[in-house]
T-cell receptor
Framework: SQQGEEDPQALSIQEGENATMNCSYKTSINNLQWYRQNSGRGLVHLILIRSNEREKHSGRLRVTLDTSKKSSSLLITASRAADTASYFC??????????FGTGTQLKVEL | DTGVSQDPRHKITKRGQNVTFRCDPISEHNRLYWYRQTLGQGPEFLTYFQNEAQLEKSRLLSDRFSAERPKGSFSTLEIQRTEQGDSAMYLCASEPSGRSSYNEQFFGPGTRLTVL
């Protein structure tokens, strides 16, 4: 079963704008990870944030984690057409498996 | 290419046939995972190996599904008597050993199964 939901389900922006995606989850976690998936392809790991961290940056990506609200956000700054993809959050709890959200489809238009 | 590889990339089969997929993880990774992804959904966990030991199986993994990792390297996922509901993308991922809260999982390109 899915861990939680991502919001919005779909997002369309212009190139150069920022994109923000939110993820909510249900149970306690060890870490939360964000992945990108281009249409019909495998998942590419973007960033991992541990449960004792609140914010993390990687290039144009900024991830926040609020364990009290069981939520995370992914911000992509200065978006490019190549950022068009589906974005998934995934949580790792007490075990080793990842539990994925439902995904946000991002479209960046020229 | 030293990433996770999966074979075949696409498989079309008729209902009732058996299919087998292969996953080759990153060589130094001792953890290997199988996930299934249907259209418009996030991946769902199927099963997990640490070396050759299968340590966890999802309730999604019915008795028609079997996975092996005989020598702790590559893994196979077999589906017997396929059903149309088995149509999905089957993803394999590997992860290095060590404290799992620090580790990302590396995914292969997936095998897309279509059951007619």
């Amino acid at each position: 079963s899915q861990q939680g939901e991502e919001d919005p389900q779909a997002l369309s922006i212009q190139e150069g704008e920022n994109a923000t995606m939110n993820c909510s989850y249900k149970t306690s976690i060890n870490n939360l990870q964000w992945y990108r998936q281009n249409s019909g392809r495998g998942l590419v790991h973007l960033i991992l944030i541990r449960s004792n961290e609140r914010e993390k940056h990687s290039g144009r990506l900024r991830v926040t984690l609020d364990t009290s609200k069981k939520s995370s956000s992914l911000l992509i700054t200065a978006s490019r057409a190549a950022d068009t993809a589906s974005y998934f959050c995934a949580t790792k709890g007490g075990g080793n498996k990842l539990t994925f959200g439902t995904g946000t489809q991002l479209k960046v238009e020229l | 290419d030293t990433g996770v590889s999966q074979d075949p990339r696409h498989k079309i089969t008729k209902r009732g046939q058996n299919v087998t997929f292969r996953c080759d993880p990153i060589s130094e990774h001792n953890r290997l995972y199988w996930y299934r992804q249907t259209l418009g959904q996030g991946p769902e966990f199927l099963t997990y190996f640490q070396n050759e030991a299968q340590l966890e199986k999802s309730r999604l993994l019915s008795d028609r599904f079997s996975a092996e990792r005989p020598k702790g390297s590559f893994s196979t996922l077999e589906i017997q008597r396929t059903e149309q509901g088995d149509s999905a993308m089957y993803l394999c991922a590997s992860e290095p050993s060590g404290r799992s809260s620090y580790n990302e999982q590396f995914f292969g390109p997936g095998t897309r199964l279509t059951v007619l």
